[in-house]
């Protein structure tokens, strides 16, 4: 997916199918942000790309604990929700610049703190859509 393509996705389970595609193209060590709306699947690309490396228990949305680390065959995955951050500061005093290097994948959902830090990360936008989500690749 090169920046500005666009993708349609009907469901649920084409979207995990996408997010595990999308795995094999993203490099080591990779920051992946997504941005929209509640609902439009940021967390379901989730669990495919973190399933896609091995991991086979349970991704759910960090919303409260902030960060999550999911230990797969590849390496650790990074799942990080940081809607309620005001501060980017307070993702860092949790080590989130250690843990984010030594990751094999980083995904950040409502990251707009630290887009600046993260210039070579990716950027996908996922959008309701009549006929299912629409992901958008903006970097």
């Known amino acids: 997916m090169q920046p500005g393509d666009t993708l349609l996705i009907e469901d649920e389970s084409a979207q995990r199918a996408f997010g595990a595609l999308l795995s094999a193209q993203l490099a080591p060590h990779t920051v992946l942000f997504l941005e929209g709306e509640l609902g439009a699947g940021k967390t379901t690309l989730t669990q495919g790309l973190i399933a896609a490396l091995g991991f086979e228990g349970l991704v ?21 929700d940081a ?11 949790m080590d989130l610049e ?42």
């Open 83 to 93: 809607y309620r951050v005001q501060h980017a500061q307070e993702l860092y005093e």
């Open 98 to 139: 250690r843990l984010s290097e030594e990751a094999r994948l980083s995904i950040i959902e409502w990251g707009q703190l630290f887009y600046g830090d993260f210039p070579e990360s990716w950027l996908l936008k996922l959008e309701h859509d009549e006929q299912g989500r629409r992901i958008t690749r903006l970097r």
């Open 60 to 80: 759910s949305s960090p919303t409260y604990a902030l960060m999550q680390l999911y230990p797969t065959p590849q390496g650790a995955a990074l799942h990080v």
